[in-house]
């Protein structure tokens, strides 16, 4: 695994006063931005995208796009949140673009070696990571199920436990959309998830 | 009357009486009730399940190899980029004012009814608004005279 390079504190520059050095074409300084968030956003990624390649896409994608948009940044706000709301907005453009590629049959997504009861049962340990895969291949078929805003709030509000206006402010949406959203990706989670365990019974 | 007489009577009048298969009202909507507190207590089950074993998987943050490096030789790129690129971005820019000006030119060509006479100077210093309005044929004369004077060299 690759860790980040951690600077001395002393050392350490604001994002802000890094984002003013790459404007003023100091480019070089820009790496350590990408040193800074790239785990975080590699995290985020992971949870929307299954396959390795497309979240390397999507990450790649949210970091040129920034370097492209930085004039862009006012400095009223605080770098890291017009760099994570420019994230997500990413990660929901992918989603769209991919919803074409998307739709499997439920039967497609069940388990052979296991059943989706049980696995249900076991969380994972951390540091197992092939039970840790396993995990992420389930909550993948359900997530894949729903749609891509409701699947953007559900994993915001439910995964990561941030609240409707957080969400809000991360998507750019009206906090009533959020809403609407949320209410929706329950339920669609919850028809998801009874529709892999019903036809697991049946099968 | 014997006992088999009398048993057999009450069988007789007990299969007399009509069934009666009217339940007592909104016994279907009592059973509907207490069938759907189930099933959403089922369901619920199922999705509380799913979302406390996701909430339970770590977040993966690990970063491929050098990956950064990949972003800055992008990103580099683009910041050297090809001369001819930054040309056609600024031509594809002045189409949209060359445009107006042509728009433009062609509203004041189409209103231009008046005729003008071989007798109006060229030069107004009077009326400067009529300096604009130029006899087309004179124009072209002026225009191509050094082309008629070359003929004359041959």
């Given amino acids: 695994m690759e860790s980040t390079e951690i600077l001395p504190s002393d050392d350490l520059r604001s ?22 968030y790239q785990p975080r956003i590699f995290g985020m990624a992971r949870k929307y995208f299954r396959n390795e390649s497309d979240v390397e896409d999507v990450v790649q994608t949210i970091f040129t796009k920034t370097f492209q948009k930085l004039r862009s940044f006012k ?11 420019l994230s997500v907005n990413t990660c929901y453009d992918a989603l769209r673009r991919r919803a074409k590629h998307r739709e499997q049959a439920v039967t497609d997504l069940l388990f052979e070696d296991e059943s989706w009861a049980n696995r249900l049962d076991n969380i994972p340990d951390s540091d197992d990571p092939e039970a840790l895969d396993k995990a992420s291949e389930l909550v993948h078929s359900v997530m894949g199920q729903i749609s891509d805003k409701a699947r953007i709030v559900l994993t915001m509000q439910e995964l990561e436990g941030r609240s409707i206006k957080e969400i809000s402010e991360l998507t750019g949406w009206s906090i009533s959309l959020v809403k609407v959203q949320a209410f929706r990706a329950r339920k669609e989670m919850r028809a998801a998830v009874e529709r892999f365990l019903k036809k697991e019974e049946k099968l | 009357m014997s006992a088999s007489d009398k048993d057999n009577k009450f069988l007789k009048l007990a299969k007399a009486i009509p069934l009666n298969e009217q339940g007592p009202s909104g016994f279907s909507k009592r059973i509907m009730v207490k069938v759907r507190e189930q099933n959403s207590r089922e369901t619920t089950m199922a999705d509380e399940r799913f979302l406390r074993f996701a909430r339970n998987i770590s977040e ?23 001369p001819f690129t930054v040309w056609s971005r600024v031509l594809w820019r002045a189409v949209a004012p060359c445009i107006g000006i042509m728009v433009l030119t062609a509203l004041i060509a189409f209103n231009q009814d008046a005729p003008i006479t071989d007798s109006q100077p060229w030069l107004s210093m009077d009326n400067p608004e009529e300096n604009f309005e130029i006899d087309t044929t004179d124009f072209e004369t002026v225009m191509l005279a050094s082309f008629d004077d070359l003929e004359y060299t041959w």
Avoid: C
């Fill in chain 1, 75 to 85: 400095q009223t706000a605080p770098f890291e949140h017009w760099f994570m709301r």
């Fill in chain 2, 60 to 82: 993966n943050q690990h970063t491929p190899y050098k990956f950064e490096k990949r972003i800055m030789a992008l990103v580099l790129d683009w910041k050297t980029e090809n």
């Fill in chain 1, 15 to 36: 994002d802000e006063e890094i984002v003013a050095a790459v404007v003023e074409g100091e480019v070089d300084s820009f790496e350590e931005l990408i040193l800074r």
